[in-house]
């Protein structure tokens, strides 16, 4: 791939070559974050003529364009104010072929994008996104690091790249645009973002880019913190939008783009089947009385090590995080699969995406 304004910096006797990259962040309200991520980005351990950094603001309303406008960076103004369509504009005004992706509430490692272009210049030409794990500060909030840890398990997760977060270098099927870089044309191919989706766009872009037969990279060393926050209310009510948007893009592709997407909602269903059945029979309230003790083994085990990964007895909390998680999700899923489409309600410029 023939990457335009490169430098070329001697380190020893090595000639490294850096191509320019255009750092896209989406943000609304980040008062509180804002200013830790953009100096992060500004400390990058890469040739400062080679990127540049583009806060794409959401009309916020509390100071996060005040404290952005203190740093030499580009700031653009989303009025569509979701993620998506911020993503999209920074896309459309990046100067660079390379286009990384960070969050808001993120801090990203020094090396971060130097280890994300050296792993792009190594791939194949069909390797055309890089991204790396998705930590947790160990200041956050006692709930917001437990819910982390707890989807960083597979019982949380999935195994999903998005909270996984793997030592081992390897291809995905999917990564969470916290921590991603892509050549922009791939992009550009699929018609960039559906800003449709207020959640799931990532995962939506990544799953067509991935159709036509491109790949992703997944690096351990390319690190992003990422802030954990919120409740249990929250928490729920974001649970529940992801398994709606799941469902709408399961509707618009005609197939999951996660493979466990469906298995909290199928399990629901399950169960509420058993329980009435129960009321006629006494097989099918053994077989659900079993199947909810093995669930709990299973979400008993992921807190234990939810707590050990925190060095906390508070992971304990995982055994009530998780089966929210679930729940909330499931039903979210099966709104959305069992009501007319809000991604018709929700249409936009968009569309021909």
């Not at 390897?170 to 959640?199: T, W």
């Not at 309230?285 to 909810?292: D, H, I, Q, Y």
Request: with cysteine.
């Amino acid at each position: 791939m023939n990457i335009s304004e490169n430098n070329n910096v001697k380190m020893g006797s090595i000639c490294m070559k850096y191509p320019f990259v255009s750092v896209v962040v989406g943000i609304r309200n980040e008062e509180k974050f804002i200013e830790e991520c953009v100096e992060s980005l500004l400390d990058l351990d890469y040739p400062k003529d080679s990127y540049e950094i583009i806060i794409v603001d959401g009309m916020s309303t509390d100071k996060t364009r005040d404290i952005v406008q203190k740093y030499p960076i580009k700031l653009l103004l989303n009025e569509r104010k979701n993620v998506a369509a911020a993503r999209n504009l920074g896309v459309k005004n990046a100067r660079g072929e390379l286009v990384a992706f960070t969050d808001g509430d993120c801090k990203v490692d020094s090396q971060w994008l130097k280890t994300l272009v050296r792993e792009m210049e190594d791939s194949p030409e069909d390797v055309v996104c890089f991204g790396g794990p998705n930590l947790i500060f160990d200041t956050d909030p006692v709930f917001g690091r437990v819910v982390g840890y707890a989807q960083e398990s597979f019982l949380g997760s999935g195994g999903s790249a998005q909270s996984k977060n793997s030592t081992k270098k390897h291809y995905v099927g999917s990564l969470p645009n916290c921590n991603a870089m892509y050549k922009k044309a791939a992009i550009q191919e699929v018609g960039g973002f559906d800003e449709r989706f207020v959640v799931g766009q990532d995962g939506d872009l990544n799953y067509r880019i991935g159709k036509k037969g491109n790949k992703f990279l997944y690096i351990p060393n390319a690190q992003v913190l990422h802030h954990r926050r919120g409740t249990l209310k929250s928490f729920s009510v974001r649970m529940f939008k992801y398994g709606m948007w799941m469902a709408e893009l399961f509707k618009k592709h005609g197939e999951f783009v996660r493979w466990y997407a469906f298995l909290p909602s199928i399990a629901i269903v399950f169960a509420v089947a058993l329980l009435i059945a129960s009321i006629k029979y006494s097989t099918p309230s053994l077989l659900l009385l079993a199947l909810t003790a093995v669930y709990f083994i299973l979400v008993f085990v992921t807190s234990i090590q939810v707590a050990y990964k925190m060095k906390s007895k508070y992971g304990l909390f995982a055994l009530f995080v998780i089966p929210v998680q679930h729940i909330a999700y499931g039903l979210g899923f099966l709104y959305s699969f069992t009501n007319s489409p809000l991604i018709s309600k929700t249409r936009s410029c968009s569309d021909n995406v």
